[in-house]
């Protein structure tokens, strides 16, 4: 079964860090963009960046670019997500999802998601 | 990128037939086949419904189609059921290597 497990999620004021971590299991990691979308409480969804299977490229949203930083360990099926300079308008649950082979086409799975909280 | 445009909210009955737009430009929408559709349920994952405009994954009810013209997409649900009541977001990719997803609708299945 196709699976990914976001973790690291949590209570961080203005202006700090967090690192999540997405463990996939049940496909062949190195194959597949990945992807990071986050809800706002009560909000719709915002797509926020996304690595190509190798993490040779990576893209992002404007509202985050410069301050987050979205890597992979292919060896150990997992991505992360660096956030930097956080705001309180990256509280959010964070969502991540798999892609497509080579492209920003969609995202199946998705995982649980975990919350971030940017709050003094 | 601005957000692609979806009604606020949409409603029908048991039975019936829904559409739910999905407006954008040329460079998103318009420009490329690959607009997906996602269904969520409140304080669950969104799950996938349609992609590449019109095709639904494996287990997806064929209640479930959609479709294009120009700058706007289309998800239709006939054949309504009180278990299609969610929010439904669609997205496209953008030539600027983004991803734009729409404001979201919700379904009331009355």
């Known amino acids: 079964e196709v699976q990914v497990l976001e973790s690291g999620g949590g209570w961080v004021q203005p202006g700090g860090s967090l690192r999540l971590s997405c463990a996939a299991s049940?496909?062949?990691?190195?194959?597949?963009?990945m992807s990071w979308v986050r809800q706002a409480p009560g909000k719709g969804l915002e797509w926020v960046s996304a690595?190509?299977?190798?993490?040779?490229?990576?893209y992002y949203a404007d509202s985050v670019k410069g301050r987050f930083t979205i890597s992979r360990d292919n060896s150990k099926n997992t991505l992360y997500l660096q956030m930097n300079s956080l705001r309180a308008e990256d509280t959010a649950v964070y969502y991540c999802?798999?892609?497509?082979?080579?492209?920003?086409?969609?995202?199946?799975?998705w995982g649980q998601g975990t919350l971030v909280t940017v709050s003094s | 990128q601005s957000a692609l445009t979806q009604p606020a909210s949409v409603s029908g009955s048991p039975g019936q037939s829904i559409t739910i737009s999905c407006t954008g430009t040329?460079?998103?929408?318009?420009?490329?086949?690959?607009v997906s559709w996602y269904q969520q349920y409140p304080g669950k994952a969104p799950k996938l419904m349609i992609f590449?405009?019109?095709n639904r994954p494996s287990g997806v009810s064929n209640r479930f189609s959609g479709s294009k013209s120009g700058n706007t997409a289309s998800l239709t649900i006939s054949g309504l059921q009180t278990e299609d009541e969610a929010d439904y977001y669609c997205?496209?990719?953008?030539?600027?290597?983004?991803?734009?997803f729409g404001g979201g609708t919700k379904l009331t299945v009355l």
């Open positions: 999802a798999k892609g497509h082979r080579t492209n920003l086409n969609w995202f199946d799975p």
């Open positions: 049940g496909f062949t990691f190195t194959n597949y963009v």
């Open positions: 690595i190509s299977g190798s993490g040779g490229s990576t």
């Open positions: 040329s460079s998103d929408v318009g420009g490329y086949n690959y």
């Open positions: 590449e405009v019109s």
């Open positions: 997205t496209s990719y953008t030539s600027s290597s983004t991803v734009v």
